[in-house]
């Protein structure tokens, strides 16, 4: 069985972003390097650090713990930064007078090492399926997500860790939301799947909201069969009482480009008599490295 993230090294990420720099803008732009680190953390490091709230950072993606990445962040008014902390780098490039914001992103360039192969194969990839990896969900935001839509206040205690109802509407914000999104991915990966099976060709796929509009009624009856399987409907996405969990529906393609795909083998100096494969390769934003090298190796 191929292994990947024996060490952080093995799997490299740089962002690929445009930044409409500015003198004296609003908001410092910063190059952040981290290793074995999860970006949140180092946001609310650097925040504490700073003595500032979260919401005056920016980032545009969300990037790998078990590897070295690179991405950049924004943080108003906060022109330079002095900030030191154990496999965490971080550089000015500039100022402008807008924020970074999730999903601002042009795309991903990726350097992963997959390793305890034990031949050597042709690899050739143009595109893969364009699924949400099992990082996007962590170990309970999925059920987070659903006992939000479903108002089970009892549940979110328990999966929160907190007391009371109350308690739930003053959790982070940046959690809840993304626990939410967990699930909008979840049914987003079983829809492209029963295309997939079923052989429907489709461009695109929505994150389901409240607001999603289906031009294609057999879609729409696969999200419906989805959603009514977990007792909720698309209304159940409209949150008068958190208005932060609310946002526009929006589409996702069901296939994404692989590009400059390059790769070598040697030898794998951490598995005895074993292969490593070195790949190279580019993305579009939101899409998984992790995915083109089960695609290449499941």
Request: aromatic residues 12%.
């Amino acid at each position: 069985m191929y292994k990947i993230k024996e060490k952080p090294e093995d799997f490299i990420v740089k962002e690929t972003i445009k930044l409409n720099k500015k003198k004296n803008g609003e908001y410092g732009y910063f190059l952040l390097r981290k290793k074995d680190w999860n970006t949140l953390d180092v946001l609310k490091k650097i925040s504490k650090y700073l003595k500032i709230k979260e919401n005056r950072l920016g980032y545009a993606g969300l990037k790998d713990k078990v590897a070295v990445t690179e991405q950049y962040i924004s943080i108003r008014g906060i022109k330079n930064l002095k900030f030191k902390l154990k496999d965490i780098e971080i550089k000015k490039i500039g100022e402008g007078d807008e924020p970074i914001k999730l999903g601002g992103l042009k795309g991903n360039k990726f350097n992963i090492i997959v390793r305890n192969l034990n031949n050597k194969k042709k690899l050739k990839i143009t595109k893969i399926e364009n699924y949400f990896d099992k990082q996007r969900f962590g170990n309970k935001n999925i059920k987070v997500g659903l006992a939000l839509l479903k108002r089970d206040y009892k549940k979110l205690c328990g999966l929160l860790k907190v007391k009371n109802k109350e308690e739930v509407f003053r959790f982070d914000r940046k959690i809840l939301r993304f626990s939410l999104n967990s699930y909008q991915s979840y049914i987003f990966n079983e829809a492209l799947e029963e295309c997939i099976k079923k052989k429907i060709k489709v461009k695109k796929l929505p994150l389901i909201h409240f607001d999603t509009e289906f031009k294609n009624k057999i879609i729409e009856n696969i999200y419906q069969k989805l959603l009514k399987k977990d007792k909720i409907g698309r209304k159940d996405f409209l949150f008068r009482e958190m208005p932060f969990l609310v946002s526009e529906s929006v589409d996702r393609n069901t296939f994404t480009k692989v590009m400059d795909f390059k790769y070598r083998y040697g030898k794998d100096e951490l598995n005895k008599r074993k292969l490593k494969a070195v790949l190279s390769f580019y993305l579009d934003k939101g899409s998984y490295g992790t995915l083109v090298v089960k695609k290449l190796f499941s």
